[in-house]
């Protein structure tokens, strides 16, 4: 049975979305899905609850990603074990294709190719992942797609989910690069921030948690892979480019910059974009 662990918190608007997803098409017994509700003042896990035998709720007074992880572990019986934000949308389809990756044992840590949904993006958004879309960072899933896929013998290879920003990251580091693989051929969906004001402030959440990481975890941030400068340079030499350009750097100086004075000060919570969590129609579908 494949386990799939999803941390809600106050997920209403978009919780029913993810797990119509995943478990359309399910047959008996394949998968178990918790949804761990950590700090919910809406109504989140009732929703859920609607969706039972297959998915089965827990909840949990205290709010943060990382004990809703280590909830969900606890209460997960099956391996491969799928971690997925509940504000992404991935199909049973793609589920089993992350299973049968890891199934062949030569890979420890899977995750689809992410599918940005732009619908509703102000021009200024869809011209920063349109930049986004030409560099190596988009085509790596942990960290990109909201979900990823580790066996057993990759789960062992850390203990607790430690309170980290970015749990994607921190699973990412712990594998090397022919340790983890992205899928080409399997697909979750992200909608991406309205507003620029919005993308701003994940970004910097994003820049906030490689610092952590990277400060934290020296020895295993080399495992981190590449980065995306030499790519953004060689696109300057396509003026068509250069609006985009022009917005993809704004978006990531003026983040980078409120990170690292966030960094500084030890005043950071959590970012969360709010105008992505919505019922509008998807413009991908997953596979």
Same mark, same amino acid.
């Given at each position: 049975?494949?386990?799939?662990?999803?941390?809600?918190? =106050?997920?209403?608007?978009?919780?029913?979305?993810?797990?119509?997803?995943?478990?359309? +098409?399910?047959?008996?017994?394949?998968?178990?899905?918790?949804?761990?509700?950590?700090?919910?003042?809406?109504?989140?896990?009732?929703?859920?609850?609607?969706?039972?035998?297959?998915?089965?709720?827990?909840?949990?007074?205290?709010?943060?990603?990382?004990?809703?992880?280590?909830?969900?572990?606890?209460?997960?019986? #099956?391996?491969?074990?799928?971690?997925?934000?509940?504000?992404?949308?991935?199909?049973?389809?793609?589920?089993?294709?992350?299973?049968? $990756?890891?199934?062949? +044992?030569?890979?420890?840590?899977?995750?689809?190719?992410?599918?940005?949904?732009? =619908?509703?993006?102000?021009?200024?958004?869809?011209?920063?992942?349109?930049?986004?879309? /030409?560099?190596?960072?988009? $085509?790596?899933?942990?960290? +990109?797609? +909201?979900?990823?896929?580790?066996?057993?013998? #990759?789960?062992?290879?850390?203990?607790?989910?430690?309170?980290?920003?970015?749990?994607?990251?921190?699973?990412?580091?712990?594998? /090397?690069?022919?340790?983890?693989?992205?899928?080409?051929?399997?697909?979750?969906?992200?909608?991406?921030?309205?507003?620029? $004001?919005?993308?701003?402030?994940?970004?910097?959440?994003?820049?906030?948690?490689?610092?952590?990481?990277?400060?934290?975890?020296?020895?295993?941030?080399?495992?981190?892979?590449?980065? =995306?400068?030499?790519?953004?340079?060689?696109?300057?030499?396509?003026?068509?480019?250069?609006?985009?350009?022009?917005?993809?750097?704004?978006?990531?100086?003026?983040?980078?910059?409120?990170?690292?004075?966030?960094?500084?000060?030890?005043?950071?919570?959590?970012?969360?974009?709010?105008?992505?969590?919505?019922?509008?129609?998807?413009?991908?579908?997953?596979?």
């Amino acid at each position: 049975m494949i386990s799939i662990v999803i941390p809600a918190h =106050n997920e209403s608007l978009v919780i029913a979305r993810a797990l119509r997803a995943i478990v359309t +098409g399910a047959a008996p017994e394949e998968i178990e899905v918790i949804v761990v509700c950590n700090g919910c003042t809406d109504g989140t896990a009732s929703i859920a609850r609607e969706f039972a035998p297959v998915a089965r709720v827990i909840e949990t007074e205290v709010s943060g990603k990382a004990n809703a992880l280590n909830l969900g572990d606890q209460a997960a019986a #099956g391996f491969p074990r799928v971690y997925a934000d509940a504000d992404v949308v991935m199909s049973i389809e793609a589920v089993r294709k992350l299973a049968a $990756r890891l199934e062949t +044992g030569d890979v420890l840590a899977v995750a689809p190719q992410p599918n940005i949904d732009l =619908n509703g993006c102000s021009w200024y958004v869809r011209a920063y992942y349109e930049i986004r879309s /030409r560099l190596p960072s988009a $085509r790596e899933g942990i960290g +990109g797609s +909201g979900v990823y896929a580790l066996s057993d013998a #990759g789960r062992r290879r850390f203990g607790r989910f430690p309170d980290v920003t970015a749990d994607d990251g921190y699973v990412r580091v712990q594998f /090397r690069p022919h340790e983890r693989e992205t899928l080409v051929n399997a697909h979750s969906i992200v909608f991406a921030p309205r507003s620029i $004001r919005d993308l701003v402030l994940i970004r910097t959440r994003a820049y906030y948690g490689t610092m952590e990481l990277a400060r934290r975890y020296p020895d295993l941030w080399k495992n981190a892979g590449g980065r =995306n400068d030499k790519t953004v340079a060689s696109l300057l030499g396509i003026s068509s480019l250069w609006p985009g350009l022009l917005i993809y750097c704004y978006v990531n100086i003026m983040a980078r910059y409120k990170a690292v004075m966030r960094f500084r000060s030890a005043n950071f919570h959590w970012e969360r974009d709010n105008t992505s969590r919505s019922a509008l129609p998807c413009e991908h579908k997953v596979s």
